[in-house]
């Protein structure tokens, strides 16, 4: 492979080597819509284009398609990674060997190797690894192959490592590798297991890491976690601004006047031994007697499952609703509470999240996401639904959450009955108190299970890589793959594996390294099942994160393994969870402060963050958390995450305020936003028509605020009215409403490159990406949704069906808006294209990019100039448009910086300049006279011949 800055550089490069990018065919020119797309096939002739082979393409009539022949890419999947060559590893090294006698073990040659192909390497060295004699394996010898080729490791030398050839084998570092914390011993090795011990423990073999609970391997009682019991705690001191909780007999359940709630007598004794339990009564009280309380307690210890069922048993309270960060939380939550009281879900405990719910009349206690609670507000202004309002996980200072809060404060003068719980294992007490005055403070200690942290050993920053791995991914990327091979190979405790990274790319190259892995050292690793966790997933995938492990196979232990973005940090419990490897880094969103280009880049988490994620293990059973950096690192982390109030994109939340008569300029909340944020968001609002140059909402605007979508694409469902296009912007605002729409298309290997393009073809349309997307859809939904044909055809189906349920939640919008008809659905006929994208243009109206005059050449080098803030950008890989053809001007419906250099416009359409002016008419955008000489403005310093250049291109 060659050297890539990134993903995307790989995807760039993926497709620009790929011998359909560049063909051009002589096309039909696309059809009118019919209303279901009929699936006839005719084979276009080649034409010979320059440089470049022919792509075989097949066509089916498409409303929208008309196979253009140089816009064929697809973004990568995890789903064919069966499909593809396992990666080219050069390196597999262990971060965190010991010399944990278990772990010797000699991988049979060539009598298992039957189904698996060896390893091609002729070592793998843990940087620890010495040569203990029985830490030997010897690895298969290459007598078999099997349809996957095994991982390509070369031997890489570490400076730490001893001459051992064996792969995984750990052995006794030397002492002076390590940061040898105070208490060394035998219980501070990261393998020591209390059950087994080795006489490698015995004789104290100082650990790798730096251990911060040196009791890890020992399950705790509850009480001894409870620093409230500890002889040398006062839980009743004063010492700081938090008032300890006060636990009180547990067998106190129920006091007089108390209602009493249903529950599942099989889960009592579980609950009772949470370390929350024992402080029920200080809760409720609390509850009673403050109209704001603010909870901390630490992770696992019940705040989430328990709170909100107390929450029914205080005086006067019938309705509950607890709110959390993201939907997968929701859900579970609302799962197990509805478990543990031994009631349905979606009777007396229900959720509802964005596009799905199960609740009833009957529901007294709901889970919800913040958005829904927000937008729950916009109609019920002191939400009189609710008696108690518990906003949970705080601690992320998500933009929805922070806007939530500050929304609650306002009611509260209003609703003095009002309760609100506000909870977090890790807030910032002292800014959640000064923002709530004369709220009640509770602090809950104690873990139900210990977590051992270990700390990476700085010299892992220096270990040797391979090289085009350690180009592409991140070296934390690498360490993850060791240490989960690591666990799988030498860890006798049973338990399933949770890895912290920061994206979908990084997952699905885990994910497919470690199936590879898998299959080339089935025989001591044992069954993994491996399973990716991130946002864009549908639903039904990311439950299967909940699944319990394959079952153990010839006394080999077998394990789930996840590989999740932040979404798995908080709230929620994987049962069987023991084990955590953090990769201490998230991608964090954010806008420019100048500009509407937002950045996904991957930065150091906070310390608040290191301990959420250590906390999804121990919630079960005792965990571990393998940190991929030093305590130093962890020392130098910020204690919080910057909110994203701060950072973020404020268009749509300034439109629900404002919507509900609040201006976000006098709006109280906890931080501020910054000015520029502010001015930007005004601006674009203005220029979709939502306010009006004074700031006020709009007809436009309030219809806008009635969709649950970013503001830029219900701005083209409000448009669509106007053009007549109703039915193709309501599929592709489905379609839009995924992080990543362009994932619809397969990325498969090379084998299966060309026909995967061929099918893209069927499906592209000349103008680009989103007729494109609503091409495919129409498809789908006219080969009956099936998941056979979107596997034919290298299509997404979990995307595809996700789609068409957001599909049906948003026409009983449309339809309650006066926008469509129950049958206009059935009936209407296809809209013109140019109506279409005259209506997305309305959306993307401050989204529009022209190509760059000073650059003026085609190619894989092609840039564009965005004509609002004249940012340099180019075509994403995964765009339909050809980087061959000059485009008058792009609308585009996203904006990216992945990394220092490269800014990415991705779901691109071209655009008639006139369309421009006709729908700037109508919008209260600057026409693009005046926006093309503000920008040339800006380029004075251009040489004349170079401004003649430019007008010339530009035909002014
Ligand atoms: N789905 C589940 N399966 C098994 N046990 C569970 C489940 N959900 C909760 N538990 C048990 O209940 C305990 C408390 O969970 P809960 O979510 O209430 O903790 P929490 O204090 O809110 O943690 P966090 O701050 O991490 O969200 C867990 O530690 C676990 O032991």
Redesign the pocket.
Known sequence: MAEHENYDDFLDEFFRGSSTRTTRLSLPPSTEVPAHPSPHRSVPSSTNSSARSPPQHTSITSPYASAHPSSHRSVPSSTNSSAQSPPQHSSIFSPYASAHPSSHRSVPSSTNSSAQSPPQHSSIFSPYASAHPSSHRSVPSSTNSSARSPPQHTSITSPYASASPSAFSPAPPSRHHYHVPPSTGPSNNPFTHSSSRSPAHDSAVPSAYTSASPSASTPASTSAHHPAYSPTHNPFSNSSSYTWGNPTDSTQDYKPGRKKIRQNMSFLSKRRA?PIWPYKSEIIRRIEQSQVVIIE?E????????IPQWCLEVENVSKVVCSQPRRIAAI??AN?VAHEMGVGVGDEVGYVVRFEHKSSLTTNLKYVTDGILVRQLMTDRSLEAYDVIIID?VHERRLVTDILIGLIKQILPYRPELRIVIMS?TLNKNKFSDFFENCGNLKIPGQ?YPIEKIFSPAVIERAAFGEDDQKRYEKYVIQAINVVMEICIMERTQGDILVFVTGRDEIDYICEYLEDLCVTYKDSMGTIDIIPLYGELPYSSQQRIFAKAPKSFQGRISRKCIIATNIAE??I?I?GIVFVIDSGKVKLSSVDQKCHMKSLLPVDISKSSAE?RA?RAG??QPGKCYRLYSQDAYEAMANDTIPEIMRSDLTSVILQLKVMGIDLETFESIDQPNPDQRQLALERLIQLNALDPYHNVTEIGRQMARFPLDAEVSRMLVASKDYSCQNEILTLAAMLSGDRPGSVFVLVGKKKREKAMEARGQFAHPSGDHLTYINVFNHFKANGCREDWCFDKFLNFKILNEASTIHSQLEHIMIELNFLDHNSLRYSSPAKDSNILKAILTGNISQLAQRDPLQPHVGSRQQFITVLDNLKVTLHPSCTLSEYTQYELLCYSSCLKTNARKSYISTVSSINMEWYDEVAGTTGAPSLMKRRAERMHLLSFMTELELSQLFNDFNI
């Open positions: 949470l307690g992770t696992g210890s019940g705040k989430s499952t328990q579970s939550l197990r996980e294992a139900i908080t709230s419990t049962e959420q906390g919630r079960t």
